[in-house]
Every structure is written in C-alpha cells, then in structure tokens.
C-alpha cells in the first residue's frame, strides 16, 4: 500500500521518454491543426471536434492504466519483505549475530534496487509502495521481536508501532479514494493500476535512517557488546522523537501524497 520512507523518491514513477515525446506530439498537433482558416463557424467547429477525439486517444496511448511490476529492483524488494519473518524468528532465539547479517543483507538489497531502478529507469508506481513496505515490515517485525526480548523499551515500541499502523490505515484509505472507476476488490490489490503516490517528508527520511540505525545498534548490542548502554538510551529518546515528530508531517504536509490522475 502507501508507505513513508525515503525510498519513495527515488522510486518517483515518470514517463518514459517515448510516452513524453508522444505527449509533446500531440499538443503540436493539436495547435497546429487548429489554425485559423477560411471555413465557415460549423466546418471549423467539426474539425475541432475531429482533432479533439484524436488527441484524446492518443493521450490514452501516452498515459498507461498498467504499467510492468515484474522488474528487479521489485524482486529485491520483495526479497526484502520475506526476510522479516525470518529476521524476527532469529531474534527471539537469541540467533544475533546471524540476525545482524541477514539484516545489513537487507540493508544492501535496499541500496540495490534503488540504483538499479535509477540507472535502468525501472521505477514503477507499485515499487514506490512495495518498497517502503518491505522497509516497514522488516521494522515492524524487528520491534516487535526486540521488545519481546527486552531489548527495546516497551514505550518506544508502542510510538513506532502506533505510527505505523496510522500510515497503514490511511494508505488504505488513499488507495480507495484514488482507484479510477470501477472500484472493485480484484482492482483494488491489483497494483499494477497507479492510483496514489507518496512523496516521503525530509523528518520521514531522517527518521527511517534514526530508525534502521537504532535496530541495528541493537543487535551489535547483543553480539557484541557495543554501543554502550548509555548510547543505546540516547538513542531512544531520538528515534523517539522523531518518530512522532515524522507522524505529525504527514498530517501537515500538502504534497506527502499525490493522486495520480487517470486518462479517460
């Protein structure tokens, strides 16, 4: 669904050059074929309404309703997202050490697929959602896991845990509203079918990289005896408040998400 992390910029879904070329056409030819003439008020109100029927198909070539989901930046994200499981299942065996390396593999597979996409122009709508998902998800299950074990504060739990389930409600809400005509349950999951865009705060990304820190502190902790007790405190109360900090700029914000608009 929609999601807040700093993935979603990078994964900002734009028409491909040969969609933007066609548009830029078809405004050309529209101009141009609408010059003033010598025929009468009717000929030259028919021909409009010739040239407009023309723009508005080929506009709905331009503009697509589907769009490819099977790429690899999203299979490494997916890859991401089945990791959680597996990550928490670690945790709550005192598994840490292999836990932390199953976790920055994640950490690596986020790096990648956001490159990839970039340098291969594979961004796609659904890769703007599954992506911060994937991130999400792996958090979710990581504090959840660490909390059980005593190893982050039950309070500080609780504020990550409720934030996330607010962005999750409203994701949910926003799909809905945005989903062009027919809104019916197998369009609703179908994500191949844009319908919003979340465009992530600067507090978000600050917050998500506090975050992902703080988790993986908290591992080396564990293993390894390292930061001290007192750092891990610290950090806390950062991640803390900056977590309910984030939460509130989404409420603020008038550009965190963007309905896409369909072609008719």
Known sequence: MLSTSRNCVRRKPLLP????????????????????????????????????????????????????????????????????????????????????????LAGFTDMLDGYIARRYNLKTVVGSIIDPAADKTLMTVMTITLAMEGVLPLPLAGVILGRDIGLVIAAFYYRYISLPAPKTFVRYWDFSIPSAEVRPTTISKVNTALQLLLMGSSLTAMSMGVPSAEIMTAMHWIVGTTTVWSGASYIYSKDAVRILSQAK
């Not at 040239?51 to 070539?61: E, F, M, P, S």
């Not at 930046?73 to 997202?81: A, C, I, Q, V």
């Open 17 to 104: 050059t040969h969609w933007h070329k066609q548009y830029q056409k078809t405004f050309v030819f529209y101009n141009t074929s609408n010059k003033p003439s010598n025929a009468s008020p009717s000929d030259k109100l028919k021909q409009k309404t010739e040239n407009a029927k023309v723009v508005i198909g080929k506009l709905k070539d331009v503009i697509p309703t589907h769009e490819n989901i099977y790429t690899i930046p999203n299979f490494l994200t997916f890859s991401r997202l089945l990791s959680a499981p597996f990550v928490g299942y670690l945790i709550t065996q005192h598994n840490y050490d292999v836990a932390l390396g199953v976790f920055a």
